[in-house]
């Protein structure tokens, strides 16, 4: 026979498992911290027409933004590395997502009296 402990174990396990099932995040995934973003600059020189037209600035430019070493580095990628990148930041926040998630269950598991986790495990009186 299973302990209450053990059964409220499976359950929880089981109540993750399906998070992590219904969430838009996929096995092999690329996964990056950071942000992406597209933009129009000018170039900077007087003579060209982005310096008196705005709407006449040269892209568009994809960017990534990330922290490396406690330093906020920016970098340009290419449209295919964009849409990488894309991807792998979604995925990390729907990580992040996940693991609060996670998080929070395990506090409520461990905090909650004998009778809530009866009722969380499934089991009846």
């Known amino acids: ?16 498992a399906g998070l992590v099932r219904n969430s838009s995040l996929r096995h092999h995934c690329p996964i990056r911290s950071g942000m992406v973003s597209t933009r129009m600059k000018p170039c900077g020189k007087a003579n060209c027409r982005c310096a008196k037209d705005p709407s006449a600035q040269h892209g568009p430019y994809h960017e990534w933004h990330h922290y490396q070493d406690g330093r906020l580095m ?52």
Not at 1 to 16: F, G, N
Not at 97 to 114: C, G, I, N
């Open 1 to 16: 026979m299973k302990s209450t402990a053990k059964i409220r174990y499976e359950a929880y396990v089981k109540e993750l």
């Open 74 to 125: 920016h970098k340009t990628v290419t449209p295919d590395q964009y849409a990488i990148l894309e991807g792998a930041v979604a995925n990390h926040r729907e990580i992040l997502r996940l693991l609060a998630v996670w998080e929070q269950e395990t506090v409520d598991l461990v905090l909650s009296k004998p009778d809530e986790q009866k009722t969380r495990s499934g089991e009846t009186r």
